[in-house]
C-alpha cells in the first residue's frame, strides 16, 4: 500500500532584474552602500573636504557698524592700553621666569596699542 504524495501547487519566486549580490538589491543596502562611499571618501580623499568652499562665517561677536574707524580706533587704543595695565600689574606677582613672559606679552600689546594711536592720528583730521 503505497502513500500518495501530492506536490503542492508553489509559484515559483518572481524574477525581478535585481542581481542578488548587488549591493542594491534593497533600500537599506542602497543606503549602506552610500554611507560606505562617503566614509571611503572621507578617508581617502581628504583634499576633497580641504579644497571644499567653506561655510559662511557667522561671528559670535560684532562691532557694531555704526561707529566710525575714528571711535572704534579709540575704543582699541583704550582697551590696549588696559590690557598693558593688567599685565605689568600681574608680572609684579609673579615668579621671575613667569614674570619675563608676562612682561614680554605686555610689550607685544603696548607695540600694537603704538600701532592702533599712528592709524588713529592718520583718521583724524588735521588742525
Not at 538589491?25 to 549602506?32: M, V
Not at 557698524?65 to 598693558?84: H, M, Q, R
Amino acid at each position: 500500500m503505497g502513500e500518495h504524495h501530492e506536490k503542492a501547487n508553489t509559484p515559483p519566486p518572481p524574477e525581478t532584474d535585481i542581481d542578488p549580490t548587488s549591493p542594491y538589491a534593497s533600500i537599506d543596502s542602497k543606503k549602506l552602500h552610500e554611507a560606505a562611499d562617503r566614509a571611503l571618501d572621507h578617508y581617502l580623499k581628504p583634499a576633497a573636504h580641504i579644497m571644499a568652499p567653506t561655510r559662511s562665517y557667522e561671528p559670535m561677536y560684532l562691532a557694531n557698524p555704526v561707529y566710525d574707524t575714528e571711535s572704534l580706533l579709540a575704543n582699541a587704543s583704550e582697551t590696549l592700553g588696559s590690557v598693558t595695565e593688567m599685565l605689568n600689574n600681574f608680572a609684579a606677582v609673579l615668579d621671575t621666569s613667569h614674570r619675563k613672559t608676562a612682561l614680554g606679552i605686555a610689550q607685544i600689546v603696548m607695540l600694537s596699542e603704538l600701532a592702533v594711536n599712528q592709524a588713529l592720528d592718520n583718521v583724524q583730521p588735521v588742525a
